[in-house]
């Protein structure tokens, strides 16, 4: 009997300035047996930003050349751009036995719930709405306009904790990433996953 099954696919969404990316990042430096997909993107890189490793940086043409192959496993537009999580990596890994960690939207983190129901979904909240604004303006990569789209919709996105399977409050950056790392200990050692380790040899 082999305890060794597929990874966990680990997924973390929450408005803009809700501090996902933080702890995500903060994840990743503190838990060496997970890996981090990177998406590609339409996007333009921001100052700092590299290629390949924040995001994949492409074109639309090529995003929509990814699309018809079928190559990501969810895609989706946000805030007037492209984003998707390229599918080889993640099946890849999670077949290998290692977990993996998605950092995508909501509408991205629906359709991966549809089709990989064993994975775990984590919405990520700001302490306070009064904290998710100043965070989204202090961050100061965006303009005017866009700061408040981004808050706009932010509002909006809070409704959508109720199809995740844990929330984390991030009033403390340490604290919020204990829970997540907490979040995937306790997944891994659920019995009806490990039926399915049993059923699926
Ligand atoms: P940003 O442009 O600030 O890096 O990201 C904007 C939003 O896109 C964030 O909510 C981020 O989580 C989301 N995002 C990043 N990568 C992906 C992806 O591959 N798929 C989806 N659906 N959303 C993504």
Redesign the pocket.
Known sequence: MSMQGDGLLVV?????GAG??TICRSLMDSKKDIVA?V???T?MP?EGEIDGN??FFISREEFLNMIENDG?I???E??G?F????RKFVEENIKSGKDVL????????L?VKEKYKEGVFVFILPPSMEELKSRIIKRG?EDQKEILRRFESAYKEINYVSRYNYFIINDRVDAATDKLRSIITAEKCRVDRFKMKLIGQ
């Open positions: 973390v969404s929450g408005p803009s996902k990316g997909s998406s590609s993107t996007r921001r924040n995001y990501f969810e895609y989706a946000v805030y751009n984003y998707g999580t390229p998605l950092e995508i939207d909501i509408q991205g983190a359709q990569t």
